[in-house]
């Protein structure tokens, strides 16, 4: 088996691959190639556990999926993504659970709605590559994106309810609501305590290599533990990954150089193996399904064809029809906010009133108001809805956590599982390329907004950088002489013009004997990098504060913060080949 796994690792890594050299959908051509792979009679049946493949592949990828995700944009999204990550999964659970029940009733109604709470989460894996590949706007790929990082919990929660009702445990209504609020207030709470510890190992530890290890274990910890205290282990990754995500730029730029590879490593090997699982394990499916009666095997034949048109279907009438609700019910709150606002008398009045009852400001609702999806947006976010490895994995785990559900009634299930997962990558992973371009989705706006901002953040970033260069010039006038002055203001100008630090470093090299005034010392380069470092400790905190206030796309920051590490690893790198204080 370990060989087995190996070889399969290898395969899909290879695949995969290729279909980022060519900019072909990676999940959707390993699936596909593993399908096909299977057929080979020399090609031995790959098993794995179930609840064992949950336990190992989703915390890193939803902890990698959560560091990515801007936090800012996902609060703003938070009620789009709040409706498709809960109630979108609720009632596909209970359309797959209606029509299964109807089309083979040896289900059982807890067994039929085991089936829709398997296939009900979609998994952004393959969709977000292709929406970052064609360039969706930031509004759609923060909905897509958040849906999946809410999505898995509430499936997972619906499945071990109707799980334990199989099993022969009596659940009402109001417990498996229970069940559910205690998942998500204990699996936040866990990861929120597990990001913050986390963090300020972080913010403490200057070793890159013991931090990026911690990151790769508290994940599985904050999973582990969240779920043995009956919360939910997918919303305690998630917090975890979105806290550590929002801090991650006050860390060491180290730090955060060595883990992003890292991370991406890990997701194009976790998401390879799943989808090449996903095609190697479909003919054992069909075989085991092909043991039962012929009347069986057309119902389920029936039963899958149905299931996935349920799946397709659901998705896109919930996406228009809550998208409207959703945007009638925030006019009318925002219609609220405005008139409490306009009808306090004065700026001291509104300002009392608002120690009692707090009355939002104009910049406060536009931060709270979700953003506008059009109907194009809206079409897009309908087709992405791809399954993936929690519908693989949960499906697999059926005869471990329902031992006494009928065995044929178990391979309907999993039949179906697969059906759905495939086709779901097949009709939707082909099509949505087409789709995005067709439709032109784009957001011309998007860019305007960020140069608008990148422009306000370099006014105020060279406010900020004249005031520190004034002290720094006082002080290098002391340990320099006044000589050095006009070597100073070289030096400035080129700070302030964004040089590069090769090209600072040219200047700074030239002429540092000849300004130097006799009985004072020449400024060496780690003077200079001194400087240089102070600079770019201005940038990050205004940039950081700008994002703090609502001013700044947290994307964009993370741009300028990837920009200011490159320029923080070349002086680093620079000082250590000239022994860090040779002559600038």
């Known amino acids: 088996m370990d060989t087995e796994i190996f070889y399969v690792l290898v395969g899909a890594v290879a695949v995969a691959a290729v279909a980022r050299w060519r900019g072909w959908p990676a999940p959707l051509l390993v699936t596909v190639v593993a399908l096909a792979v299977s057929y080979i009679p020399a090609v031995p049946d790959l098993e794995i556990d179930g609840e064992l493949l949950l336990n190992l592949v989703l915390p890193p990828l939803l902890y990698s999926a959560a560091l990515d995700v801007s936090f800012v944009n996902f609060r703003q999204s938070l009620p789009q993504i709040r409706r498709l990550g809960i109630w979108l999964v609720l009632l596909t659970a209970l359309a797959v659970g209606a029509v299964a029940f109807v089309i083979m009733p040896s289900l059982t109604l807890p067994g ?19 929406g970052r590949r064609l360039g969706l706007p930031r509004r759609i790929m923060t909905v897509i994106s958040g849906e999946s990082l809410i999505n898995d919990a509430t499936s997972l929660t619906l499945f071990r309810v109707f799980a334990a009702i199989l099993a022969g445990a009596t659940v009402t209504v109001l417990q498996g609501v229970g069940q559910f609020l205690l998942a998500v207030i204990v699996g936040v709470a866990v990861g929120l305590l597990f990001g913050v510890l986390l963090n300020l190992i972080r913010l403490r530890l200057a070793d890159p290599v013991v931090v990026g290890t911690f990151g790769l274990l508290v994940p599985f910890g904050a999973y582990g533990i969240a779920e043995h205290l009956r919360g939910s282990g997918v919303l305690a990754v998630v917090a975890m990954g979105l806290y550590v995500g929002y801090q991650a730029p006050r860390t060491s730029y180290a730090t955060r150089q060595q883990e992003r590879p890292v991370w991406l490593s890990i997701d194009l090997l976790l998401e390879s193996f799943v989808f090449a699982l996903i095609g190697l394990q479909l003919p054992g499916v069909i075989t085991e399904l092909a043991t039962g009666s012929e009347s069986v095997i057309l119902q389920t034949i029936l039963l899958s064809i149905a299931v996935l048109a349920v799946v397709l279907l659901v998705r896109p009438v919930f996406v228009f029809a809550s998208y409207a609700w959703g945007q009638w019910s925030q006019t009318r709150r925002v219609a609220r906010w405005r008139a409490r606002m306009t009808a306090l008398p004065d700026d001291d009045a509104r300002r009392r009133v608002r120690r009692g ?40 785990a059926i005869a471990d956590v329902a031992p006494g559900f009928p065995e044929s009634a178990a391979h309907a299930i999993v039949f179906v599982a697969f059906v759905v997962t ?38 105020r970033t060279n406010e900020e950088g004249r005031a520190y260069l004034a002290a720094k010039r006082e002080e290098w006038e002391e340990r320099f002489g006044a000589g050095f002055s006009d070597r100073f203001d070289r030096l400035a100008r080129s700070l302030t013009r964004l040089e590069t630090d090769s090209e600072r470093a040219q200047d700074a090299e030239l002429g540092a004997t000849r300004d130097s005034d006799p009985g004072h010392p020449a400024p060496n380069y780690a003077d200079f990098a001194s400087l240089s470092r102070g600079w770019l400790q201005v940038r990050r905190r205004v940039v950081l504060e700008e994002r703090d206030a609502g001013n700044l796309n947290e994307e964009v920051m993370r741009e300028l913060i990837v920009a200011m590490d490159a320029e923080e690893l070349a002086l680093d790198t620079r000082g250590g080949l000239r022994g860090g204080d040779s002559r600038a």
């Open 112 to 130: 039929a709605l085991l089936l829709g709470a398997i296939v009900a989460p979609p998994d952004a894996v393959s969709a977000a590559s292709i």
């Open 357 to 396: 009852a707090p009355v939002p400001t104009e910049g406060q609702i536009r931060m709270r108001m979700e953003p506008v999806l059009s109907r194009q947006d809206r079409v897009v976010v309908s087709w992405a809805g791809m399954r993936g490895v929690v519908t693989l994995a949960t499906a697999a």
């Open 422 to 459: 495939v086709g779901t990558l097949l009709l939707q992973g082909l099509t949505l390329p087409v789709l995005i371009r067709r439709l032109a989705v784009a957001d011309a706006d998007e860019k305007v907004d960020d140069a608008r901002e990148l422009d306000a953040v370099r006014a």
